[in-house]
């Protein structure tokens, strides 16, 4: 089974607009990575990946691979697959002469995608792909994600 996660507002969260994070790293990679994750990501993480599950990063942004990698590993989260901006207008837009929708998980048969942003939900309804909308500070969200990625898992 495969779950990915949108960055921007879904896993990089600003302590500003109320958010708990994860402790910055230390310096001088705090230099270098300034995002901050949405406390309880490397948790979640790790309890998917023993459910078995692969992990993969889907962002609309042109943030590198290689950085997006690089930040999640410093927390100790390894990462199977990123799609970013560039990557989905190569794979994804390219071969459609139709505008295809901002995010299209489905292409990359990922299973359950999680994701801030109402008109991926939307999409995932109209294109038929499973999004998990999450939304403001919410205190249960690593067990909301791993009851829905369960619930996934059970047979039709
Ligand atoms: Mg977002």
Same mark, same amino acid.
């Given at each position: 089974?495969?779950?990915?996660?949108?960055?921007?507002?879904?896993?990089?969260?600003?302590?500003?607009? !109320?958010?708990?994070?994860?402790?910055?790293?230390?310096?001088?990679? $705090?230099?270098?990575?300034?995002? *901050?994750?949405?406390?309880?990501?490397?948790?979640?993480?790790?309890?998917?990946?023993?459910? !078995?599950?692969?992990?993969?990063? =889907?962002?609309?942004?042109?943030?590198?691979?290689?950085?997006? *990698?690089?930040?999640? *590993?410093? =927390?100790?989260?390894?990462?199977?697959?990123?799609? $970013?901006?560039?990557?989905?207008?190569?794979?994804?837009?390219?071969?459609? $002469?139709?505008?295809?929708?901002?995010?299209?998980?489905?292409?990359? *048969?990922?299973?359950?995608?999680? #994701? #801030?942003? @109402?008109?991926? =939900?939307? $999409? !995932?309804? =109209?294109? !038929?792909?499973?999004?998990?909308?999450?939304?403001?500070?919410?205190?249960?969200?690593?067990?909301?994600?791993?009851?829905?990625?369960? @619930?996934?898992?059970?047979?039709?």
């Amino acid at each position: 089974m495969r779950i990915s996660f949108d960055l921007d507002d879904t896993l990089f969260v600003a302590e500003e607009d !109320g958010f708990a994070v994860e402790p910055p790293l230390r310096f001088p990679l $705090n230099r270098l990575f300034q995002e *901050r994750l949405r406390k309880g990501t490397p948790e979640l993480m790790r309890r998917l990946r023993e459910a !078995g599950w692969e992990i993969w990063i =889907y962002t609309t942004s042109f943030r590198s691979p290689f950085y997006i *990698r690089s930040l999640f *590993r410093h =927390y100790g989260i390894p990462i199977d697959e990123i799609v $970013n901006g560039a990557r989905h207008e190569r794979e994804v837009q390219a071969e459609h $002469n139709d505008p295809m929708p901002s995010k299209y998980p489905a292409h990359y *048969r990922i299973d359950l995608h999680v #994701d #801030d942003d @109402r008109s991926v =939900y939307q $999409n !995932g309804a =109209y294109y !038929g792909f499973r999004v998990f909308l999450i939304g403001p500070p919410d205190d249960e969200w690593v067990e909301k994600i791993m009851q829905e990625a369960m @619930r996934r898992r059970l047979p039709k």
